[in-house]
């Protein structure tokens, strides 16, 4: 599979997808609290997706080789749990972290895809911490996209900044290309050398995403439901996502709306 580079008109199609995953998102914080369960969030959020906005979760009954169908709209991944966790019957409970990552589909076949970290009541110092700093890493992932760049300098700067704090980052996932389809060229990671991997040049959309972690960066899969990835020392982990489109003097952030939380300082959502 070759890299897609997006005409002005199909920009369009993902400026609409994007800001609409978004808006999934925005919908979906007022009933992140204590005691709702992930999976009557998973609930909510695909009716907004159906009824209201005319979009479709990409997630439900996704199967790439070698895994099972997926089952919710959305990956609800809690405290210690990496990525690609199942919403389920299980409440949350004051002090939890979660990612909620959500994509979806247009009726024009377009895919957006973004995820935000929430923080159930007070959570500990530590937790919020490892939250705000994942955050900044991916602005300064954003901050690296501009024509003439390579992917490495992204995936480079976010490893310093991360180790440099004290975080790991977890190396078995990465961002993508995304497109009309759910996952396009390139592979985006969020670790390496400058100067390395892809040239960006305009018109590419991909997705920046790290996953840091509060201990080691080793991770292991929870279980037999196939999706599950948690930290193997069992300390928290915790995950921002945006897609981002290159454009002809450097980034657009594409994953934007209302509710989005701002940029950290000196941060912008276009470069």
């Not at 998102?25 to 997706?49: F, Q, S, W």
């Not at 409970?93 to 959500?102: C, P, W, Y």
């Not at 911490?129 to 300064?140: D, F, K, S």
């Not at 930290?231 to 594409?254: N, P, R």
């Amino acid at each position: 599979m070759s890299i897609t580079y997006k005409t002005p008109e199909e920009i369009a199609g993902m400026r609409e997808a994007c800001r609409l995953a978004s808006e999934v998102l925005d919908y979906i914080e007022p009933h992140v609290k204590a005691g709702v369960c992930t999976k009557e969030i998973d609930r909510l959020a695909n009716d907004y997706m159906v009824n209201v906005q005319g979009t479709r979760s990409a997630t439900i009954g996704y199967q790439p080789p070698g895994y099972p169908p997926y089952p919710g709209a959305l990956c609800t991944s809690v405290n210690h749990v990496v990525c690609h966790g199942i919403p389920n019957e299980k409440p949350l409970k004051k002090g939890d972290i979660m990612n909620i990552d959500v994509t979806i589909i247009t009726k024009d076949g377009w895919y957006g895809d973004t995820s935000r970290m929430y923080v159930v009541g007070d959570a500990s110092i530590a937790a919020r911490r490892l939250c705000g700093l994942t955050y900044e890493a991916m602005w300064i992932g954003i901050a690296q996209v501009r024509p003439g760049a390579h992917l490495g300098d992204v995936g480079a700067a976010i490893q310093k900044f991360a180790e440099g704090n004290g975080l790991s980052v977890v190396r078995e996932f990465c961002g993508h290309g995304i497109g009309k389809k759910f996952h396009e060229e390139p592979q985006v990671l969020h670790y390496g050398r400058a100067g390395t991997m892809e040239e960006l040049k305009p018109g590419m959309t991909f997705t920046i995403e790290p996953m840091l972690n509060l201990g080691r960066r080793e991770v292991k899969e929870l279980g037999n439901d196939g999706w599950t990835i948690v930290t193997k020392d069992h300390s928290l982990s915790a995950q921002w996502e945006h897609t981002v489109l290159v454009t002809d003097t450097g980034y657009e952030v594409l994953t934007l709306s209302a509710g989005s939380p701002p940029p950290p300082p000196g941060f912008a959502t276009k470069g």
